[in-house]
């Protein structure tokens, strides 16, 4: 039972490494999937893990033990550091609760003033247009979804390139990709190693809107350089900014437009689904051993209450 | 890329591209000289029907010009508004999640990967 209980906090560890690989690999509309699921089955599993120790802990205290009805002491392998594991649970718990609830007011103070900017001003077909110096664009979820683009952007790119961009943002407003990220967001903050996980999702669902875009101009090259002067466009405005990869490693915006000038290579797919697989299975042991550890647990609970039999 | 193709597309699409093509352009533009910055290559008809939508909403005004009408993007209140949402978004590094950006933060070493990108391109 200890290790059922152990192995869904360690199993996330091994997710960064399988989750850059099917990004890497997976076409990415059914790797956003794929990343997400796998994000909120280990988020789940971890999160049901900690609370298990915490109850263990809890219960070795005389307090919580006579609060529970506990008939018996209640037997665990691990009594030793039963409640300083417990305490580093709550820990855990308290730390990725705090950063969740400040990234939730944030993102939901973030998201109405967008729609209070969009509310105030005229929209054509599902595009708003921002005057403002700044280049930049971004999908606004919502019913319907919006394009928000500033005049910057605009004149930034050439008519074909703005086409590409506007498919690109219909794109992850169809396909609701912001449900994704936020359910990646939220999975990030149950384990520090799902952050790696939302990471390749974020990529995955920018993969996902790039590919739509393409199909939908039908060009690739084309989509590439849009994405390419837009990012320019953007950098140009903040050469204030601290570089944030180091030298060696290129960052998201290169990688999508490398991915979209190689053409989609099919001896590649066929080797994708095994790290996908591999990943997905990882994530279901983690449900199945939380489940049955927690189920496990709970016996051993109605077991110290004189329930049941030992 | 084809009329045939245009008629499919949705008419709130063709109000955005237009829209775009009017702001791009900085000066007014009569519906010929919207239809040839239109990439898809709509219909003239199409196209003078979504500026007249577009007038109608107030998106756009428009001028007497020769026999018709040249028409450009109505600006909102001032840039104030603009620069204070730049702001307040750009304060948020967690603003990726809710708002899909077009493109991400850049190195410099990204920066110099694009260039070369599109160099041969710039020529």
Known sequence: MTALLLLPLLLPFIAPALAERTARRLAPAPAVWVLTLAALALAGGSVIALGALVVTGLLKLPLFASLGELAHPLRTPWDAVAVPSAAAAVGLIAVGAWALIRSAVRQARTLRAAHAEVRRRPVAGDLCVVDSPYPDAYALPGRPGRIVITTAMIRSLDAAEREVLFAHERAHNAYRHHLFLAAAELAAHCHPALRAVRDATRYTAERAADEAAAAAVGDRRLTARAIARAALASGAHHPERPAVAPAATTGPVPRRVAALLAAPAPHRRRAAPWVAVLLAACATTSVCASATGAIGFHHKIEVAQGEVAH | ?123
Do not use: C
Request: glycine share 6%; proline share 7%; charged share 30%.
């Open chain 2, 1 to 123: 890329m084809t009329n045939a193709k245009d008629e499919r597309r949705p008419a709130g699409e063709l109000e955005a591209s237009v829209l775009a093509v009017l702001w791009a352009a900085g000066t007014p533009l009569t519906p010929a000289e919207v239809q040839a910055a239109l990439p898809h290559d709509p219909a003239r008809t199409t196209v003078t029907t979504t500026l007249a939508r577009l007038y109608d909403k107030g998106i756009a005004g428009r001028l007497r010009q020769g026999r018709g009408y040249a028409y450009f993007p109505v600006q909102d209140a001032p840039g104030l508004t603009a620069l204070r949402m730049h702001s307040e978004l750009e304060r948020d590094a967690d603003r990726e999640t809710v708002l899909a950006r077009f493109v991400a933060r850049l190195s410099p070493d990204d920066e110099q990967f694009l260039r070369d990108l599109l160099e041969p391109e710039d020529r």
